[in-house]
């Protein structure tokens, strides 16, 4: 079975602060990816990284940073300088490298509630 | 915009009564997911296909079915509708090898 973990509920920053949310995951499988999402206040939920178990390589997208270490079954993403925007609901998903067919068959964690205060 | 068009937006409706999901994925993505979100259960994942095929299975109720029909386009019966059921479905499409994409869902509230 697999699981995936936000043992943050909420975090509350105020503009310009970094900010990182945590997310850890158990599964047996010996490939899989990982995915954050980010939740609105709108309420669709946006794709924001896939990163394979293969590729241990943190990432970078402007604000937005990915720390990958598959020793501690850890994938967490760091905010910098957050902005008001930022504030959302994100989730951290798991899924098994079964096949191009299957990749979003998503195991979902909890969710943190982010608010940034301006 | 993700590209998956989920409709309606709302739904509001009595205990034991019958709705329709409907789902159209992004051109060209040939996979469908169904998820349900709530506040206690967070976002599940209720059931995939894949080309017109069921490919996966989650948590999805026997008073739930879904289909996808030759045009790939989705829908989620649920019948036999009770308060539990109140919830923000979701569907997504995924190409092959890619992740997916989710749309705007539908808030179903049972009265």
């Known amino acids: 079975a697999q699981k995936v973990t936000q043992a943050q509920t909420e975090i509350s920053v105020v503009e310009k602060e970094d900010v990182t949310l945590d997310c850890v995951y158990e599964?047996?499988?010996?490939?899989?990816?990982l995915f954050w999402y980010k939740q609105p206040p709108s309420g669709e939920l946006v794709f924001l990284i896939r990163?394979?178990?293969?590729?241990?390589q943190n990432e970078i997208s402007g604000r937005y940073s990915w720390n990958f270490q598959k020793s501690t079954s850890s994938f967490n993403f760091t905010i910098t300088a957050s902005q008001v925007v930022d504030s959302a609901v994100y989730f951290c998903?798991?899924?098994?490298?079964?096949?191009?067919?299957?990749?979003?068959?998503?195991?979902f964690g909890q969710g943190t509630i982010l608010t940034v205060h301006p | 915009d993700s590209g998956v068009t989920q409709t309606p937006k709302h739904l509001i409706t009595a205990t034991g009564q019958r709705v329709t999901l409907r789902c159209s994925p992004r051109?060209?993505?040939?996979?469908v997911y169904w998820y349900q979100q709530s506040l206690d259960q967070g976002l599940q994942f209720l059931i995939q296909?894949?080309?017109?095929?069921?490919?996966a299975k989650g948590n999805i109720l026997e008073r739930f079915s879904a289909q996808q029909f030759p045009d790939l386009h989705s829908e989620l019966n649920l019948s036999s509708l009770e308060l539990g059921d109140s919830a923000l479905y979701f569907c997504?499409?995924?190409?092959?090898?890619?992740?997916?994409?989710f749309g705007q869902g539908t808030r179903l509230t049972v009265v």
């Open positions: 997504a499409s995924s190409a092959f090898g890619g992740e997916a994409f």
């Open positions: 599964t047996r499988d010996t490939t899989y990816y």
């Open positions: 990163r394979n178990s293969f590729d241990e």
């Open positions: 998903a798991l899924t098994p490298n079964a096949g191009g067919t299957s990749y979003g068959k998503l195991t």
């Open positions: 051109s060209g993505d040939l996979s």
């Open positions: 296909y894949y080309n017109g095929e069921e490919r």
